[in-house]
C-alpha cells in the first residue's frame, strides 16, 4: 500500500481498489505455502485509505434546476419523454441506471393521488421513493405518448427509445446524449450552470432535502446508501449552505452589531465560509 502511494504515486480511490485484489492474491500464497497464517491475519486487518482530500460537491441550485428541467422542448414527443425523464431523475434522486431499469408497474399512483416509485438498487435491495404530484403529472403525459394501454405495458421498461418504428432498450449514452444538448441550450441562458451528467441531479435533490431539513439518515435511504457514511457529504455542503442564509439573515436583522453593513460581508467568500464549516 505504502509503495503503490509513495513509488507509484497512487491516489487513494486507486489503492484502495487494489486491496481486495491483493488480498486475494496473498490467499493464495497462504494456500500454495508460500506466507503464514499470521501475515495472512495481518493483511486482512490492513483498512482502507481516508482521502484527506476535501472535494467540493458540485450541485445545482434549485434555479438552475428549474431551467434544465424546462429545456425539452414538450412541444415533441422526445421533448416530453426527455422533460420526464430529467424530472424524475431530479425528484426520485435515483441512480440514471435505476430509472431506465424501471418498468411501467414500478411506478405506482395511490387512491390519494400520491406517487411513488419501487426501485431496485445496488446489492439487488428494493426500495420505495415517493414522486410529487407534479413529476406524477408528467408521467401520465408520458404514458399517454409512450404506453398508451398502460394496462398492458405493465411488464415493459418505463423509458425505451425508437428508431425506424423499431422500440429498443434505452441506455445511459443515450441519456447522455440529450443531456449534452440542454446543457448547451441552459448555459445560453445561465452561463455558471455546471457540466450535466445523471449524477448531478442526484447529489442536487440530495443537498436540497437535507436543506429543507430532511433528517441525513433519511437523505441516505431516500438515496438507497447502505452506509450513511456516504451520505455525510452532503452535510458538509449542506452546513455551508446553512451558515451563508444564516449570515445573511442576520445582516438584515436589527439586532446585527454591524447594522450598517447591510449585507453579511463574507457571504460570497467560498474560502472563508468552508473555514468556517470545518471544510478547510
Known amino acids: 500500500m505504502e509503495w503503490l502511494k509513495n513509488e507509484r504515486n497512487n491516489e487513494c480511490t486507486t489503492i484502495n481498489q487494489w486491496l481486495p485484489h491483493l488480498r486475494t492474491?496473498?490467499?493464495?500464497?497462504?494456500?500454495?505455502?508460500?506466507?503464514?497464517?499470521?501475515?495472512?491475519?495481518?493483511?486482512?486487518?490492513?483498512?482502507?485509505?481516508k482521502d484527506q482530500r476535501k472535494q467540493e460537491l458540485i450541485c445545482l441550485s434549485i434555479e438552475q434546476t428549474k431551467l434544465v428541467i424546462k429545456q425539452p422542448d414538450i412541444m415533441k414527443k422526445t421533448g416530453r419523454r426527455d422533460r420526464f425523464f430529467i424530472a424524475l431523475l431530479y425528484d426520485s434522486?435515483?441512480?440514471?441506471?435505476?430509472?431506465?431499469?424501471?418498468?411501467v408497474k414500478d411506478f405506482a399512483i395511490t387512491k390519494n393521488n400520491d406517487a411513488e416509485i419501487r426501485i431496485l438498487g445496488k446489492?439487488?435491495?428494493?426500495?420505495?421513493?415517493?414522486?410529487?404530484?407534479?413529476?406524477?403529472?408528467?408521467?401520465?403525459?408520458?404514458?399517454?405518448?409512450?404506453?398508451?394501454?398502460?394496462?398492458?405495458?405493465?411488464?415493459?421498461?418505463?423509458?425505451?427509445?425508437?428508431?425506424?418504428?423499431?422500440?429498443?432498450?434505452?441506455?445511459?449514452?443515450?441519456?447522455?446524449?440529450f443531456m449534452k444538448v440542454y446543457e448547451k441550450s441552459a448555459?445560453?441562458?445561465?452561463?455558471?450552470?455546471?457540466?450535466?451528467?445523471?449524477h448531478l441531479f442526484r447529489h442536487s435533490?440530495?443537498?436540497?432535502?437535507?436543506?429543507?431539513?430532511?433528517?441525513?439518515?433519511?437523505?441516505?435511504?431516500?438515496?438507497?446508501?447502505s452506509n450513511q457514511e456516504t451520505t455525510l457529504i452532503y452535510y458538509a455542503q449542506a452546513s455551508l449552505e446553512m451558515k451563508r442564509k444564516a449570515a445573511?439573515?442576520?445582516?438584515?436583522?436589527?439586532?446585527?452589531?454591524f447594522r450598517e453593513d447591510i449585507t453579511f460581508k463574507y457571504a460570497d467568500d467560498e474560502k472563508i465560509l468552508k473555514k468556517l464549516s470545518g471544510l478547510k
Open 187 to 198: 448555459q445560453c441562458v445561465e452561463r455558471t450552470l455546471p457540466h450535466l451528467h445523471p
Open 205 to 225: 435533490r440530495a443537498l436540497h432535502l437535507y436543506i429543507a431539513g430532511v433528517p441525513l439518515p433519511l437523505v441516505a435511504e431516500w438515496l438507497g446508501h
Open 123 to 177: 446489492g439487488k435491495k428494493y426500495r420505495v421513493t415517493p414522486i410529487s404530484s407534479e413529476v406524477a403529472r408528467l408521467f401520465r403525459e408520458y404514458c399517454k405518448d409512450y404506453h398508451p394501454d398502460t394496462e398492458e405495458s405493465q411488464d415493459r421498461l418505463l423509458f425505451y427509445t425508437v428508431r425506424n418504428e423499431l422500440t429498443a432498450e434505452m441506455y445511459a449514452d443515450n441519456v447522455q446524449r
Open 25 to 49: 492474491f496473498c490467499e493464495y500464497l497462504h494456500k500454495n505455502g508460500k506466507i503464514a497464517y499470521s501475515d495472512l491475519s495481518d493483511i486482512a486487518l490492513i483498512s482502507r485509505i
Open 93 to 103: 434522486g435515483c441512480r440514471d441506471q435505476e430509472l431506465l431499469n424501471l418498468k
Open 248 to 257: 445573511s439573515k442576520l445582516a438584515d436583522d436589527d439586532k446585527s452589531v
